[in-house]
């Protein structure tokens, strides 16, 4: 027998060697808290691959099965998007999301493409896993309804990442299209329907792909993957004031659709707090989603009712800080009223879209003497106003929110920060790239520190989560910021790892904090907001 040449046994062994993994889709892309199912990963995953997620409480392990895992969310998973990253010796994928929700789940059964010949959905709450098969695909969910009764639905499918623009039709009993729903806070669209009649109706879903192509046609496909989630029961959409102080308790009204008028109302305090991503989030009784608020630090006040006139603006007390409003109806205009001493600095600050919200706010400020002294509008990926100025004169400022467009409603809350923001700084990395270090080697990792409004306190940078053998000494951020370097060096023996990592900037008084590098999840084609849009996790390979 001939042996094979030496440079053919070479050839082969560089193709069998393993490559960086490509994680493209993940089906059923969540799971509700408590359960364990199957999970099938698609792109380039060789049997060596690990799923690994940030989510305490989910966890992936291999079946033996290439591209398949066993998935268990467990009690102590909290809702929300988290990322899932795959990776090997050779490095990291980039990050998919996974929806981890609170309704019972199940899939999607095809044929259900026709009103008549919809998937019939018998039990309420739960989730739909599905995904658009193939160009053209629509898919349709059929639910009974007495009249009177209200249907609230919300899709994932952009919040997932995946290339969907999605659209949602309600089709009574009859087989007559009587509602459609498009964008929600993104490109997802949000539901709620109220029955005028009893009968059986069809929630059909159907998406153009995106980023937009020349084409128009629904697309789908393996990566056109949706969650649906579908309920007649109560649903928490926000809470008023989207605040919660610091420290002590703050209460909320609880928004949305079918609930116990006697339980509007929910204390909470720091401890119910999640941090995901740069975003806070609060998780109360009978959300599909965790709902996102701004921290402050003390509790907000309301607006009061009338104050669209000079006459009738809301005081801003003091050092209040936020105040929390409701822009009702295309001709509501709130007004608040704040006493400034001549050469003073302040700052004002709308939120309303960035948490998810449909008011597109404008901010107005008017001096004591009715001129207009500032004006804002969002502006580039701000997608709030903010507002500086600096007083001519003492008296009574107006601050002026309202609708750019003239729309309201009973959705269409915000909040309203004013006072000069605290010093800080913002933390970022020039270059946002796999790192990649030989054992017995060193390399430098350049970050980005920037002083901001007055910062002048003592900060070091380091780098958290080094794997053993990889050491990385902090370094002392300069008086005025800038760029720093910091250095990572592999012993000769350093085992081999691919582990997450991140980049961090400590204070150096106690309380010691810190502020973590992160990056936008998407970065052209941003159509509104999620409950995931950035992330802090960098990948570190040691070979």
Not at 91 to 111: C, D, H, I, L, N
Not at 410 to 416: C, F, K, S
């Amino acid at each position: 027998m001939k042996s094979a040449p030496l440079f053919l046994l070479l050839s082969l062994a560089s193709l069998l060697q393993a490559e960086v993994p490509k994680l493209d889709t993940l089906f059923p892309a969540g799971g509700q808290i408590g359960s364990t199912f199957t999970l099938t990963a698609g792109g380039k995953l060789d049997e060596k691959v690990k799923l690994w997620t940030e989510a305490e409480g989910v966890h992936f392990v291999p079946t033996g099965k290439k591209g398949v895992w066993q998935a268990t969310v467990t009690a102590q998973a909290q809702p929300g998007i988290h990322l899932v990253y795959a990776c090997n010796e050779e490095g990291a994928s980039e990050p998919r999301r996974f929806s981890v929700g609170k309704y019972p789940e199940m899939e999607e059964a095809e044929p259900n493409n026709e009103v008549g010949k919809a998937q019939m959905i018998s039990k309420l709450p739960v989730c739909i896993n599905a995904k658009l098969g193939e160009r053209g695909d629509v898919d349709g969910y059929s639910v009974k309804l007495k009249a009177g009764q209200t249907l609230v639905a919300l899709v994932e499918a952009y919040a997932l990442g995946s290339p969907l623009d999605m659209l949602a039709h309600i089709v009574d009993p009859q087989g007559i299209r009587v509602r459609t729903f498009s964008d929600g806070r993104n490109l997802d669209p949000f539901i709620a329907y109220t029955a005028e009649k009893d009968g059986l109706y069809t929630v059909q879903l159907a998406g153009f792909i995106h980023p937009p192509a020349a084409d128009i046609k629904f697309n789908g496909g393996s990566s056109s993957i949706y969650r649906l989630h579908l309920s007649t029961g109560p649903v928490v959409t926000q809470v008023y004031p989207a605040t919660i102080a610091q420290k002590g308790k703050s209460e909320v009204g609880l928004i949305g659709y079918n609930l116990d008028p006697k339980k509007l109302r929910l204390p909470l305090d720091e401890t119910a707090l999640l941090h995901r991503g740069g975003d806070v989030l609060v998780n109360p009784p009978d959300c599909i989603q965790p709902v996102q608020v701004i921290l402050t630090e003390k509790a907000a006040t309301l607006e009061k009712e009338p104050n669209n006139k000079v006459e009738e603006a809301t005081p801003i007390p003091a050092g209040a800080g936020a105040v929390g409003g409701l822009i009702s109806d295309r001709t509501d205009v709130d007004r608040f009223v704040l006493t400034m001493k001549k050469g003073e600095k302040m700052q004002a600050r709308v939120k309303s879209k960035a948490l998810g919200l449909p008011l597109d706010a404008t901010l107005r400020v008017e001096g004591p003497d009715g001129k207009v002294v500032a004006t804002g509008i969002d502006q580039g990926t701000d997608p709030d106003p903010n507002v500086s100025w600096t007083t001519a004169a003492e008296g009574a400022y107006q601050l002026i929110v309202e609708d750019q467009f003239h729309r309201g409603g009973p959705e269409h809350y915000y909040v309203l920060e004013t006072g000069l923001p605290a010093p800080t700084y913002a933390v970022t990395l020039p270059e946002r790239k796999p790192v990649v270090i030989e054992r017995g080697k060193s390399l430098s990792v350049k970050i980005n520190i920037k002083l901001l409004n007055g910062y002048k306190e003592p900060l070091i940078a380091r780098v958290s989560g080094l794997p053993a053998g990889v050491h990385a000494a902090d370094v002392t951020v300069p008086e005025k910021g800038g760029d720093v370097e910091l250095k990572l060096a592999a012993a000769s023996n350093a085992p081999p790892a691919t582990v997450p990592i991140t980049f961090q900037v400590w204070t150096t008084k106690e309380p010691a904090s810190q502020i973590t590098a992160d990056y936008p999840l998407r970065s052209e084609d941003v159509r509104g907001t999620t409950l995931r849009d950035r992330a802090s996790w960098f990948w570190l390979t040691v070979r």
